[in-house]
């Protein structure tokens, strides 16, 4: 992305010809595609309209920040991440203040040893101000200079227009993952109800013709056929609706006291092949929990195992330790090659023992969805021919 030819050919601004380059600078803003863009235009404007012997666009990343884009007489930090604490940047961003500093060794906020390899001595390092800020833009000067209150103005202009213009980015950017993720999600929806639909389409004729030669047998059996299609289909539906409402940034929670080694039992009962779990469970282990989403992750976990054991005992574990509960499924079945467990808690992603099985890639993904949302942690071992150990643990105390 490039400053508008005006922009890029008239001189070092001045008066009123600075204002007319704000607002090139606005308008190259509001159509940055992206963050990358929205530096572009930033580093090149801030040092043309300042007169800066370098510009720097530093963007936050948790507790570190990161010096995405650069602009200087000699090379200062582009691609260097430092922890925010001991930066200037981070010091303007969580101050959400306007930093001027004549003489950088000078200052107790500036890592000194960072900037001796650097022509800088002195700068103006200004908050990029979203909701909560995202970014900074720092202007240096080989010389001992101190940031005139124009100077930093116009550098306060110029993040204003960007704070717009990565907001802007961000909504567009969720806007094509929810698109996205739409899209994907009516593929598999169609993909997926098409079998149970067909099942219960045949089990439908079957009743019907079962009840018109007067079979009661034959209506009894299609009638069976009918329910376990059913109850597929509302299993795939209620999987589709979770992988929207666990999408969000917070999945609510209903607390109760829950006793884990009961509700175990009781969802592993009605599972498929139940009688191949073997239960271990420590009595009183109770916790404040969201039941529902408790069942989730039992259902799915040992579902898993029965579905994927090789037909061998599904050992189910319950004990308490210090603060936490545990849970722990682990079968007997052909393992997980280590290449495939970073992928077992993605989004729409099955392991190589369910491909070719029906499903959408959408339960271990629940499953640690709602483990977090507790506050907990899941982790998995695994290998090859030597079966599979999920081990869940949650905080006793909501």
Same mark, same amino acid.
């Given at each position: ?5 005006? /922009? ?10 600075? *204002?007319?380059d ?9 159509? =940055? ?7 572009? *235009?930033?580093?090149?404007a =801030? !040092? ?22 650069e602009?200087?007489?000699s ?10 604490s001991?930066? *200037?940047?981070?010091? /303007?961003?969580?101050h959400r ?5 004549e ?9 000194h040893?960072?900037?001796r390899?650097?022509? *800088? ?11 909560q ?5 720092? =202007? ?6 101190a ?5 930093s103005?116009l550098?306060e202009?110029?993040a ?7 907001? !802007? ?8 993952? /929810?698109?996205a993720?739409?899209?994907?999600l009516?593929?598999?929806a169609?993909?997926?109800l ?5 099942v ?26 009918? $329910?376990?299609g ?5 299993r795939?539906?209620?999987?589709l609706l979770?992988?929207?409402r666990?999408? $969000?940034?917070e ?10 080694g ?5 969802v592993? =009962? ?5 009688d191949?779990?073997r239960i ?14 408790l069942? $989730? ?17 599904v050992?189910?574990?319950?004990s308490s330790?210090?603060g ?26 099955r ?14 993904w629940?499953?640690? $969805? ?8 899941i982790?998995v071992?695994?290998?090859?021919g ?6 869940v ?6």
């Amino acid at each position: 992305m490039a400053l508008s030819a005006r /922009a890029q050919a008239r001189p070092a601004p001045a008066r009123a010809d600075k *204002v007319l380059d704000l607002i090139d600078v606005a308008r190259e803003l509001a159509i =940055a595609p992206d963050v990358e863009g929205v530096g572009h *235009v930033v580093k090149i404007a =801030a !040092r043309r309209l300042l007169g800066a012997d370098g510009v720097t666009f530093v963007l936050r990343e948790g507790d570190l920040v990161r010096y995405a884009d650069e602009d200087a007489i000699s090379p200062l930090w582009k691609g260097t991440a430092f922890p925010a604490s001991s930066c *200037v940047s981070g010091w /303007a961003m969580d101050h959400r203040e306007t930093v001027v500093i004549e003489d950088v060794y000078a200052d107790a906020r500036v890592p000194h040893d960072a900037y001796r390899p650097t022509f *800088v001595k002195s700068m103006l390092m200004v908050p990029v101000l979203t909701g909560q800020p995202v970014a900074a833009i720092g =202007a240096y000067w080989a010389e001992r200079h101190a940031a005139t209150p124009r100077e930093s103005a116009l550098l306060e202009a110029i993040a204003g227009f960007a704070a717009a213009a990565l907001e !802007r980015a961000k909504l567009e950017r969720e806007l094509r993952s /929810a698109v996205a993720l739409r899209d994907e999600l009516l593929g598999l929806a169609a993909h997926e109800l098409r079998t149970p639909l067909t099942v219960l389409n045949l089990a439908v004729n079957g009743v019907t013709r079962a009840l018109a030669a007067a079979d009661v047998e034959g209506a009894r059996r299609a009638g069976e056929r009918l $329910q376990r299609g059913t109850a597929r289909l509302a299993r795939l539906i209620e999987m589709l609706l979770d992988s929207t409402r666990l999408a $969000q940034l917070e999945i609510p929670l209903v607390r109760e006291r829950v006793e884990l080694g009961g509700l175990v039992a009781r969802v592993v =009962a009605s599972l498929p092949s139940a009688d191949r779990a073997r239960i271990a469970a420590e009595p009183g282990v109770v916790g404040e929990w969201d039941r529902a989403r408790l069942e $989730q992750i039992v259902a799915n976990l040992v579902g898993n195992a029965l579905k994927f054991g090789d037909g061998k005992p599904v050992d189910v574990s319950v004990s308490s330790h210090g603060g936490l509960a545990r849970l722990v499924v682990a079968d007997q079945g052909a393992g997980i090659a280590e290449e495939e467990r970073p992928r077992l808690f993605r989004r729409f992603e099955r392991g190589a023992a369910a491909r070719g099985v029906g499903g959408l890639g959408l339960g271990l993904w629940i499953v640690r $969805q709602n483990v977090e949302a507790h506050g907990g942690e899941i982790h998995v071992e695994s290998r090859p021919g030597a079966g599979t150990r999920f081990t869940v643990e949650l905080p006793l105390a909501g």
